[in-house]
Every structure is written in structure tokens, then in C-alpha cells.
């Protein structure tokens, strides 16, 4: 008995043999003696063949197998049931970055605190602060103070302006030129 089936190619079927007896794979002149001891049915031959073969289709195979089907919804399962743990691992994981950053933050912020505090123990800086916040002098020194107005620095620059320098002689003379030729006839 004959099975027929289609070639991956489409050209037509090909007859594989089913037979009771196991295939045993032959090497060299045994090969031969296979092939001449099978029967006559497994052979084409020109006389055996009276029309055209007759194709049979052969079932298509299922897309999907029960067995998979199964494993693909666990995998569904699986995947859902670990979104949420995920979800939650990975915000926790958000969170304690954002808190790890916001105590390193604190911690610059206490040492420049520490550091203004050291200054603050120290009696120079606070006689420096309050000469400069409060313009404390101590006994026997003369204060100066300096305002920083712009309005009146530029009042004082121009009452003071200095006198222009003497032209030179070549400009004298060209402007004693222009002066003359300016001056009416009578």
C-alpha cells in the first residue's frame, strides 16, 4: 500500500512506501539487492501507469495543536501574573533612587551648615560681618564709607571734568584760518 503526498515544491505527489517491515539503511552493494527484492508495486513503470495519476490532497495540518494552545495561554497567564509584581518592583526601585538622591542632597546642604557654623565660631569673621553689615569700627579707627550711587558719580565726573589739552600748533593754525575767512568784511 501506497501513501501519495505533495512535494514541498507543489510539483505533484510524490509515494513514499509503508510497509510493515522497518527500513534498515544500506551501505554499498546491499543497497542493490534492496532495491532489486522490493516489489513491483513500489516501482514505476511505464506499462503500469494507464491515464494520468490520480492526486489526493492531503490534510492540512492544524495551525495550532492543543498542546500549544495550552502552553500559550500559561505563557498569557504567567506573563500577566507577573506584570504587577514588576510594576510594583520597578516603582520601588524609582522611589528609593529618588529618596538615596534626596539624602545626598541633604547631606551637602548639612555641610555647608556645618561649615557656616565653624565660621561663626570663630571671633575674627564675626568682627569681619559686623564691620561689613553694620559698619563697626573699633576704638581709634576713622570709618569711610563709600555709596555706590551712579546717578551721583556721574555729577561729581562732570563738574570735575578736566580741561581739554591745548591743540596743536598745526591745529591752532587751521582754526585761525577758518576763524578769519568767517569773520564778515566791512
Avoid: C
Wanted: aromatic share 6%; hydrophobic share 40%.
Amino acid at each position: 500500500m501506497t501513501t501519495q503526498r505533495r512535494t514541498p515544491s507543489g510539483q505533484g505527489p510524490t509515494r513514499r512506501p509503508t510497509s510493515s517491515v522497518p527500513r534498515v539503511r544500506a551501505t554499498g552493494s546491499v543497497r542493490h539487492r534492496n532495491r532489486a527484492a522490493r516489489p513491483a508495486l513500489n516501482r514505476r513503470t511505464a506499462t503500469a501507469s494507464a491515464g494520468p495519476a490520480k492526486r489526493t490532497v492531503a490534510p492540512r495540518p492544524r495551525a495550532l495543536t492543543g498542546r500549544a494552545t495550552v502552553l500559550i495561554v500559561m505563557f498569557v497567564a504567567l506573563a500577566l501574573a507577573y506584570t504587577y509584581p514588576l510594576r510594583v518592583y520597578l516603582a520601588q526601585e524609582s522611589q528609593i533612587a529618588q529618596l538615596e538622591a534626596d539624602q545626598a542632597a541633604q547631606r551637602k546642604q548639612i555641610q555647608a551648615k556645618s561649615e557656616e557654623l565653624a565660621k561663626w565660631q570663630d571671633p575674627e569673621y564675626i568682627k569681619a560681618r559686623a564691620r561689613a553689615k553694620y559698619f563697626y569700627v573699633e576704638p581709634g579707627q576713622t570709618p569711610l564709607l563709600v555709596i555706590n550711587d551712579p546717578s551721583v558719580a556721574a555729577r561729581s565726573t562732570a563738574k570735575n571734568a578736566p580741561v581739554a589739552a591745548p591743540d596743536s600748533w598745526y591745529d591752532t593754525l587751521w582754526n585761525s584760518v577758518r576763524a578769519a575767512d568767517a569773520e564778515p568784511t566791512n
